[in-house]
């Protein structure tokens, strides 16, 4: 169980100390930004990466590179004391990472009879063997020859044909979703085999044992399962059957597809899973392992790569415009100048990285004008909404000392704003890449196991864009601020706090829900809203800080429940600033936390993860996280609460030079 935050408090929070370490972390941060005037700290997966990664070589015939030996020796060493492998950090085995981990190791040559091979395969089949396995595991089991075809869920690639005004089509399905599908419906098409030693078959993984499906909830659920399940068999007997009169026309345009998805890309969503889909997809199609294009996406794949003597690991992409969005206001926050040559560095990459034309979006969406920010250093085809609010309240606290420079901010996120107000779902809040993504019956197609099948409204989203609405000079009684208030109203959970889909979990959501409501005009004193801070308070860790593992998104009596993290215990700390608590012991034992954690360079670091992929699926480490929070975290308390004469208006970093409500002092 979590410590709760009965200790003796903490010894008086000096204004020096805090000022110290903002300075610290400001010197820090503004070390490692890059010449250009960007950010992009390391963005950490589970080894799924590694495992994939070595899959995806020997399918090319690369399996003897020194950088599969290296990829291998990572796995061995993020391998759990009990045997398997977890899908996120402090977490449990999971079977599917398990699984791959297990088969890259035997493909590199590990002996199947060596301690931790065995200490693995007991831990996998305890778990329930390859049976247990997701789909998308199986299919790569298929190609692979360690699973049958006729297991793995149909994805036909007759879907790319299918029209908008089909119940069903690729534009209704999530953006991530569309670009892992679209390729590996190629894969599926065309069941390649690419033959293993017989010392690497992991037949031994098999229990025999089919495992119990989830009971449908709902008579609703048990409708679409059994629906679903029977479209499944009926598009495998047509398989069987050759009636395929539309499938070379299907692959025709799933290839073209591609290809006009990879035009200013990092590679297809500029994302792993999509790239090594690509890559076996586009050999899949006959391509020479010599060909240009194929050699593209191969070279997108080792720029994901970070070596050092010993190991090698893989990034699930890159995150320069996430991280130089939210790094420039922190630093605004600290103190920074608006016009600081550092900033308006930072400014210009960012509005070098402005969208420009139009993506899949307009599908959902075809009213919203061009426009927004994508996440990675290259894919013009996915702007999302939380990149774009991040943009949009990084660019307005920043200024050029020169008119036409800053005369194309302004228009920059004028454009931003309207493209931002026009991808707003009609229960009014947002989702992330795509508009009225929200259809659930596509969450029970057989292959949508990987739980991101859609992309509805999310609470922390919300939460941010409406903070950027009023950064950008929107008022509370704006429609669209109205309708997103409702949303976030209508998501609050008993205890006062918000689901968090992007960041572990409910300290992130809440946070940003709170955040967005004060800017959206609400009276955060109401009860309703302080139900969330005595949940903050309830949560805090003996230590002083806030922590919350992934368990969160499977069991609700695990909300809020980890070890601290810098990170997380700078958004609670935000979220009970915005809640009007500068001054409780809460608030004390927070900021305690924050400066006794710091490292000698400034920096702090989160030993946990702290982000989302697929909740239940996927989960990430974004190693900046630990510093650009709580610098914003401890310039906000330096603010709010070491320097109240300031007065109202005083400049809220967090607003990006907008005046805001001031921050009231409370004590518990």
């Not at 396995?133 to 044909?161: H, K, M």
């Not at 025709?252 to 090594?276: Q, T």
């Not at 191969?298 to 190991?311: A, G, M, P």
């Amino acid at each position: 169980m979590k410590e709760r935050s009965a200790a003796t408090a903490p010894p008086g929070v000096s204004a020096e100390g805090v000022r110290n370490a903002v300075s610290a972390a400001q010197r820090y941060l503004l070390s490692i930004q890059h010449a250009d005037g960007h950010w992009c700290g390391e963005l950490e997966g589970d080894t799924i990466l590694e495992s994939e990664y070595i899959l995806t070589l020997h399918f090319l015939g690369r399996t003897g590179e020194e950088r599969v030996r290296k990829a291998a020796e990572y796995l061995r060493r993020k391998q759990l004391p009990g045997g398997g492998w977890p899908n996120y950090e402090g977490g449990p085995a999971d079977v599917s990472v398990s699984v791959k981990a297990y088969f890259a190791l035997k493909l590199v040559g590990d002996d199947a009879n060596a301690p931790h091979m065995v200490r693995a395969r007991e831990v996998i089949r305890r778990l329930g063997g390859i049976e247990a396995t997701n789909s998308f595991t199986r299919i790569y089991l298929a190609v692979f020859g360690q699973e049958d075809w006729d297991d793995c869920p149909a994805v036909p690639p007759e879907l790319v044909l299918l029209p908008d005004w089909f119940p069903f089509n690729l534009y209704k399905i999530s953006s991530w979703s569309r670009t892992i599908v679209v390729p590996l419906a190629i894969i599926w098409a065309r069941k390649p085999f690419c033959p293993v030693p017989r010392q690497a078959q992991i037949s031994e993984l098999r229990t025999g044992f089919v495992p119990e499906r989830q009971t449908p909830r709902t008579l609703r659920e048990a409708f679409w399962y059994v629906f679903f399940t029977a479209v499944d068999k009926i598009l495998k007997a047509i398989e069987a059957a050759k009636l395929l009169p539309l499938r070379q026309k299907a692959l025709e345009v799933s290839e073209k597809w591609i290809h006009d998805r990879l035009v200013k890309s990092d590679g297809l969503g500029a994302i792993f899973p999509p790239i090594i889909n690509t890559i076996m997809a586009f050999r899949c199609l006959g391509y020479a392992l010599d060909d240009p294009r194929l050699k593209g996406q191969e070279r997108e794949l080792e720029r994901l790569e970070i070596e050092d003597e010993e190991t090698l690991r893989v990034q699930p992409c890159f995150s320069p415009v996430w991280d130089t969005a939210i790094a420039s206001p922190a630093l605004v926050a600290s103190g920074v100048a608006p016009d600081d040559p550092a900033l308006c560095r930072a400014t210009g990459w960012l509005l070098d990285r402005e969208v420009k034309e139009a993506g899949d979006w307009t599908r959902r969406a075809p009213e919203a004008p061009v426009g927004g920010w994508y996440f990675e250093y290259a894919n013009e085809c996915y702007p999302d909404t939380d990149d774009t609010a991040e943009v949009l309240t990084s660019l307005a606290g920043v200024r050029f000392p020169r008119e036409d420079e800053d005369r194309a901010r302004r228009d920059a996120i004028e454009r931003g704003r309207s493209w931002l107000l026009g991808m707003q779902n009609d229960d009014g809040g947002w989702g992330a890449f795509d508009k009225g993504c929200d259809n659930k019956v596509w969450t029970y197609i057989p292959f949508a196991d990987h739980n991101a099948m859609i992309d509805p409204s999310c609470e922390d989203i919300t939460g941010r864009v409406l903070e950027a609405l009023y950064n950008l000079g929107d008022r509370p009684d704006h429609p669209a601020m109205r309708r997103a208030v409702a949303f976030l109203q209508s998501k609050q959970e008993e205890d006062g706090t918000w689901y968090g889909r992007w960041g572990s979990n409910y300290i992130y959501g809440t946070w940003l829900a709170l955040r967005g409501l004060m800017h959206a005009g609400e009276d955060l004193s109401a009860p309703r809203y302080q139900r969330a801070a005595r949940w903050l308070r309830a949560t805090q860790n003996l230590d002083g800080g806030w922590g919350e593992l992934q368990h969160s998104y499977e069991d609700p009596a695990a909300k809020g429940v980890g070890p601290s993290t810098p990170s997380q215990t700078a958004w609670a700390l935000m979220a009970l600033f915005a809640l009007e608590d500068t001054a409780s012991e809460s608030v004390r034992r927070g900021v305690d936390y924050l400066l006794r954690t710091q490292q000698y360079d400034g920096s702090w670091r989160d030993e946990v993860w702290t982000a989302t992929g697929f909740p239940k699926v996927f989960y990430l480490r974004y190693h900046l996280y630990a510093t650009y929070f709580p610098l914003w975290a401890l310039s906000l308390y330096r603010r709010a609460a070491l320097a109240p004469a300031v007065g109202a208006r005083s400049q809220d970093a967090a607003s990006a030079g907008v005046a805001v409500p001031p921050v009231k002092k409370q004590v518990e």
